[in-house]
């Protein structure tokens, strides 16, 4: 299988990153490396409006640095991108034909649009997140957007960033409540030049950068919150506003001792978070989401749909679930007939159920947990079900909430009621009680449609259910031997009937006879 490695250098105002990734024929595609430095080109900037030459020289020194990395690993193309930093640069142009001629290295400097354009794209390729504002604060720019029905609609590029705005606002000062009050001031007039952003109020805020990366990890460790992964992970404005107010509050010194808050960001975090918090005060949004996605996963996204004429996923749930079971080498003929299994068991049975809930929730959460069920068998198939609960719980899965991960993660790796309370004791601060007798109620589906493909020849299907006084008669129409699957079915139909609080009677009848 052929495979390519596509490198993307970001040049931003106060860090640099190298990401390479790998990009296969069949279009599956993974990260490999990830290095970044902190260079702050932003202080860089002189009176005259120059990037200094201790700045070009950070530019060049970087760039050899990354450069020697993509020719070891034979990287196949490398885009280097700048932001603000240069796009303010007077001798941006001088700049860029030392580096060509030094280094070879051709540098892109991004439009206000692009760099835009390129954070929408990541966060409407990477969630199930329709309608938003999204906001991408970078050393020297904040870009702005808002998307509909996953189109673009508008965007800004404002002409400050977390590092400028602490260079005129905090840089010189002792001053720090009335720093504070001046930058609040300053934000607010400055929002208050976008009309759009006022017309749709209550779309939720989507934060991206690492300014937005430390804020969600300051409020996880807050929470002692026991799910991994920030992606999509949310925040409700309150906690936003709470967040923005203790950082205010705090010193440079308690900043610095403050879990999930990065050592290079104890400055530039204040007003980074008022930009956050006044812009979902803003627009009155209900909640603020993080996205890990951001422009460089714009750019490589662009280049990963080119040859299918589109820049957006017609669906990111099943793009990502495509990329999930393609790297845990799941057989889709088998996970299709699970599917098809458990949602004949659901519709026959869901008026059974113990607990309300949605029936087009439960069904999606069916599909998808067909998908990755037992996926822990690829480690170790004597404990498949510990291993598939830890690894849904501490993989991101693009277009899926978090809350929505851990129930596939419950229902996928469904084993006994008792395995399941065990499992859910970290999670009690985000799983309520009803929530545990939907996952065992749809668990126990997948488990008892896992033992009737045992064999995996999509042998049998299921017919109506009947009900005979207290007794549930299941048919179970098979084209194949159902030997096995009778022995499994037999097993395992017990934590479902003590789901349903019924028993249940399996019918074998061969097909080609019903």
């Known amino acids: 299988m052929s495979k390519n490695q596509y490198a993307i250098i970001?040049?931003?105002?106060?860090?640099?990153?190298?990401?390479?990734?790998?990009?296969?024929?069949?279009?599956?595609?993974?990260?490999?490396?990830?290095?970044?430095?902190?260079?702050?080109?932003?202080?860089?900037?002189?009176?005259?409006?120059?990037?200094?030459?201790?700045?070009?020289?950070?530019?060049?020194?970087?760039?050899?640095?990354?450069?020697?990395?993509?020719?070891?690993?034979?990287?196949?193309?490398?885009?280097?991108?700048?932001?603000?930093?240069?796009?303010?640069?007077?001798?941006?142009?001088?700049?860029?034909?030392?580096?060509?001629?030094?280094?070879?290295?051709?540098?892109?400097?991004?439009?206000?649009?692009?760099?835009?354009?390129?954070?929408?794209?990541?966060?409407?390729?990477?969630?199930?997140?329709?309608?938003?504002?999204?906001?991408d604060i970078g050393g020297g720019s904040t870009e702005v957007t808002l998307f509909e029905n996953r189109k673009l609609k508008h965007y800004h590029s404002f002409p400050f960033g977390a590092i400028t705005l602490y260079q005129k606002f905090f840089h010189q000062t002792q001053d720090l409540e009335g720093s504070i009050q001046k930058l609040k001031q300053y934000i607010n007039e400055q929002l208050l030049t976008l009309p759009w952003l006022k017309v749709h109020l209550?779309?939720?805020?989507?934060?991206?950068?690492?300014?937005?990366?430390?804020?969600?990890?300051?409020?996880?460790?807050?929470?002692?919150?026991?799910?991994?992964?920030i992606h999509q992970y949310e925040i409700d404005r309150d906690d936003i506003f709470h967040i923005n107010n203790m950082l205010q509050q705090s010193t440079v010194e308690e900043r610095s001792q403050i879990d999930g808050l990065s050592k290079d960001r104890v400055e530039i975090i204040v007003p980074a978070a008022e930009v956050i918090s006044s812009i979902v005060d803003h627009v009155q949004a209900d909640k603020f989401v993080m996205s890990r996605k951001g422009l460089r996963d714009g750019i490589f996204y662009e280049e990963l749909l080119k040859t299918m004429e589109t820049n957006l996923f017609p669906n990111v749930i099943e793009e990502n679930m495509h990329q999930i079971t393609s790297k845990y080498k799941i057989k889709l003929?088998?996970?299709?007939?699970?599917?098809?299994?458990?949602?004949?068991?659901?519709?026959?049975?869901?008026?059974?159920?113990?607990?309300?809930?949605?029936?087009?929730?439960?069904?999606?959460?069916?599909?998808?947990s067909a998908r990755?069920?037992?996926?822990?068998?690829?480690?170790?198939?004597?404990?498949?079900?510990?291993?598939?609960?830890?690894?849904?719980t501490n993989m991101t899965i693009e277009g899926l909430s978090h809350q929505e991960r851990l129930a596939i993660a419950f229902i996928s790796s469904y084993k006994s009621k008792s395995q399941m309370i065990k499992f859910a004791e970290p999670f009690k601060q985000i799983i309520q009680k009803e929530d545990l007798k939907l996952f065992e109620f749809l668990g126990s589906i997948m488990k008892l449609a896992y033992s009737l493909d045992r064999t995996r020849r999509t042998a049998i299907t299921i017919g109506h259910v009947a009900k005979e006084n207290d007794k549930l008669v299941l048919p179970l129409l098979y084209s194949e031997d159902p030997y096995f699957e009778q022995i499994q079915a037999a097993k395992?139909?017990?934590?479902?009937e003590k789901a349903i609080k019924h028993p249940i009677e399996?019918?074998?009848?061969?097909?080609?006879k019903f």
Do not use: C
Request: glycine share 6%; hydrophobic share 35%.
């Open 10 to 135: 970001d040049m931003g105002s106060n860090s640099f990153r190298l990401v390479i990734n790998e990009i296969d024929t069949h279009g599956q595609y993974k990260e490999l490396y990830n290095f970044k430095t902190v260079a702050r080109l932003s202080t860089f900037i002189t009176g005259e409006g120059d990037l200094s030459k201790e700045g070009v020289a950070i530019i060049l020194d970087t760039l050899t640095h990354f450069k020697q990395v993509t020719r070891y690993h034979q990287v196949n193309k490398t885009i280097v991108i700048a932001t603000a930093a240069m796009r303010k640069a007077e001798n941006q142009k001088e700049i860029i034909r030392t580096v060509q001629e030094k280094l070879g290295i051709t540098i892109r400097i991004l439009s206000e649009y692009e760099e835009a354009f390129y954070g929408y794209l990541a966060v409407a390729n990477s969630t199930n997140i329709t309608e938003g504002f999204t906001v």
């Open 202 to 229: 209550h779309y939720p805020v989507i934060g991206i950068g690492g300014s937005a990366r430390n804020i969600s990890l300051i409020h996880q460790h807050k929470k002692r919150y026991p799910l991994a992964g």
């Open 333 to 368: 003929e088998h996970a299709n007939h699970i599917s098809l299994l458990a949602t004949q068991l659901y519709k026959e049975l869901s008026s059974y159920a113990q607990v309300q809930h949605e029936h087009g929730i439960a069904l999606k959460w069916l599909n998808l």
């Open 372 to 392: 990755v069920l037992y996926i822990g068998e690829s480690i170790n198939s004597e404990s498949s079900s510990q291993n598939t609960f830890y690894l849904l």
């Open 492 to 496: 395992n139909k017990k934590p479902l």
């Open 506 to 512: 399996f019918q074998y009848t061969p097909s080609n």
